[in-house]
């Protein structure tokens, strides 16, 4: 290959860069905090943030997660659950559960269980915290028309605390393509634990440390808030803007175990509290607390 058509090649991928693509996507060199040489991660990311549809307004509303065209977010508490309707960018229904005062709803996570054959929504994992001790609590959803009915079918208990494991404080997000679960929480650094999905015929379900399949350290989070697995890659927002926070999407590789990107979403335009992570046709999306539903464009080159 001559050396005029490689500098050709060369000037062809920055002008995919930065050409008619500019004015929307915002290039980022990828930030791999891991300094081993067989984890170098080499390239960028272009991403291009946009309010999507606007949201009821109604409730402290925190983890989300889809499953085809409907976007679930529960309300702190586990108080009550609103949902919407992607495709139409429509407000459906609130449904008003029980709220427990003391429990922190910090992620949703759709499985790829199904409670029963013929049920039109695979099993959701809502984690969080209820003060002394974090536990997941698994949903079957069900419908009629537009009228959604949630039934708990299962609790699991998160491993307790100890000087190796804090887990405290946690979320869990579902890793459908190896059909496994992940928790990601702070402690000096953040910690990501693997774990199996527990039978779902138990209704109490206690892990242990023996249950932790693989645990590893990446960069500590400020606050981190919700989290989806996508390609074998975690994306967890992460901040309290109200706390003086920024806001970053934080991109952990799971295959490698090392932090792949670090973005700051503050100055790309989301400024509100991120909440809820989900993907949609492909896409991630971020719902906020009562500010709006964004989408997340990324390119990765």
Known sequence: MSKYYTSFLSFLF??????CDKDEYYIEDVINTDTEEEFDIVGKIGIKISKYMNQSGGGYVQGADSYGVFLFQFHNANAAVNIYNLREKVFVETVEMIANKSNH??????????????????????????????????????RVGTSFTFTQIQEIILPKATKENNLYWSGVVVDNDNNCMYIYANKNGAQIAKLNIPDINQEEVVLTDEDVLDIYTVEKFNHQQGAVINNGKMYVFDGVPQWGDTNYLRIIDLE??????????????????????FIYNDILYCATNNSGIFKIDLKYY
């Open 14 to 19: 920055i002008l995919s860069l930065y050409s």
């Open 105 to 142: 709803c910090n992620n949703a996570s759709f499985s790829r269980v199904f409670f029963n054959g013929i049920d039109e929504f695979p099993l959701l994992y809502v984690s969080g915290d209820s003060g002394t001790y974090n536990h997941v609590q698994v949903y079957r959803i069900t």
């Open 256 to 277: 490698k175990k090392v932090d792949f990107a670090k973005i700051n979403i503050t100055e790309k335009g989301l400024k509100a509290e991120p909440e809820g992570a």
